[in-house]
């Protein structure tokens, strides 16, 4: 039986891991759960998994769970990093929304744990370093996001010098369809309704915007080491090619599946080894388009951003994912419009003098510089 702590289990993704490790009974034990703020689904995991260690970010909020002290509770940042150092883990999922990913995913390859990996903002700000650390301590991330894990199974077993292209797919969010102009007048309400996928607010904003595509574009380049030449992105509205792998003979490989994020996270989950699933099937005759088209990059200029960003490199990627971090929150609370938030970005990204990042201080400093800088662009308007 695997021993395994999830990080971030009361977010969209965190609750379909535990509801593949539900259904794959017998096959994990829960050492860990952690959560933020969300107590009432912490308590409810608790009762269902009866983990030995729990992360919150204040402990006396907890304390009610624990009326026998059975449980170990710790807190806040460092707690995250007690739990991963924790002998007993043998795998941590992490699905932390954002940049306070970093520090716990480091932790783990440091201590050289099996590690499935959902959050995609550590590998936007740090993805050399992270590269970097992964091959000394000879630790492989196994990714959840579904085009990375598309990607991941489309690559099993080939020569990456004989891949000529990867397309990451996209549905294309809410607005694919809405014209240019009223683009500016969408509320968050409208914003949060994804049309394929029920994600967390962060991401399902950054799909609006098309940024979240941009970061796996980063995200790809890291995890497979392929040049940013090699990677580009189609709209699949019908979410069922999760992404493609094209090898230089001209034979494609797609990754095809209903679209489910236990999907993935399963695959991640039990890797190397494929367990049979209780989801249904994938009725390809009840698929009635099956639809590609580029993107627009005029309409979604927060895509093109993403481009520029990647091939700048360095500190660039950090910058932009901490700036869109703050931009998305502030759009969430009606401080600026969705069209904004790439303009608000790109004014930070101008600011930027770039860096090498070589340790985890580097980035940490480069991200809260590009934090300040967002909070006054926006203040400033
Ligand atoms: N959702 C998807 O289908 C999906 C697909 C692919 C990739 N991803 C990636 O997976 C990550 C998680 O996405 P999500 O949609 O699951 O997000 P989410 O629903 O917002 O959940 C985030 C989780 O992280 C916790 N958290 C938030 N801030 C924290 C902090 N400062 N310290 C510790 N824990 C914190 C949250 O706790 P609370 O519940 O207390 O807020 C929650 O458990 C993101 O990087 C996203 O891009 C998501």
């Not at 590998?123 to 598309?150: F, N, T, W, Y």
Request: hydrophobic fraction near 45%.
């Amino acid at each position: 039986m695997k021993r395994i702590a999830i990080l971030g289990s009361t977010g969209s993704v965190g609750v379909n891991v535990l509801k593949v490790v539900k259904a794959l009974k017998g096959q994990f034990k829960i050492m860990g759960l952690t959560t933020y703020r969300n107590l009432i689904s912490l308590e409810k995991q608790i009762r269902e998994f009866q983990p030995e260690m729990v992360v919150v970010q204040d402990l006396a909020s907890a304390e009610q769970f624990n009326p026998q002290g059975r449980i170990k509770f710790f807190a806040g940042a460092e707690g995250l990093l007690r739990l991963v150092a924790d002998e007993r883990v043998d795998l941590v999922v992490i699905c932390i929304a954002g940049a306070n990913a970093l520090l716990p995913l480091v932790e783990a390859i440091k201590r050289k744990k099996e590690i499935a990996l959902a959050s995609k903002e550590p590998i936007v700000m740090a993805g050399e370093l992270l590269s970097r650390l992964c091959q000394e301590k000879q630790v492989k991330l196994i990714p959840i996001d579904s085009e990375h894990s598309a990607i991941f199974q489309c690559l099993e077993g080939k020569n990456l010098a004989e891949v000529r292209r990867v397309i990451l797919t996209s549905s294309g969010g809410p607005f694919r369809l809405t014209q240019k102009k009223k683009l500016e007048r969408i509320k968050p309400q409208e914003a949060l309704k994804h049309p394929r996928w029920k994600m967390g607010k962060k991401i399902t904003i950054d799909s609006a915007t098309l940024m979240n595509k941009g970061l796996e574009i980063m995200e790809a380049k890291w995890f497979f080491n392929l040049p940013l030449q090699k990677i580009e992105v189609l709209i699949h509205p019908e979410a069922i090619v999760h992404s493609l792998v094209e090898f230089i003979d001209g034979n494609v490989f797609a990754l095809l599946g209903i679209t489910d994020m236990r999907l993935p996270i399963q695959y991640a989950l039990t890797y190397p080894r494929r367990l049979p699933s209780k989801l249904k099937y994938l009725d390809l005759t009840k698929v009635k388009n099956f639809t590609f088209e580029k993107p627009d990059f005029r309409k979604f200029p927060a895509l093109s951003l993403a481009y520029e960003v990647a091939y700048k490199g360095r500190s660039f990627p950090c910058v932009l994912n901490a700036s869109d971090e703050v931009c998305v929150e502030a759009f969430l609370d009606k401080k600026i419009k969705i069209t904004e938030i790439p303009a608000v970005i790109s004014k930070v990204i101008k600011k930027h003098h770039q860096v090498d990042l070589e340790t985890v201080e580097d980035v940490l400093g480069v991200d809260r510089w590009a934090r300040e800088e967002t909070y006054k662009i926006i203040k400033e308007r």
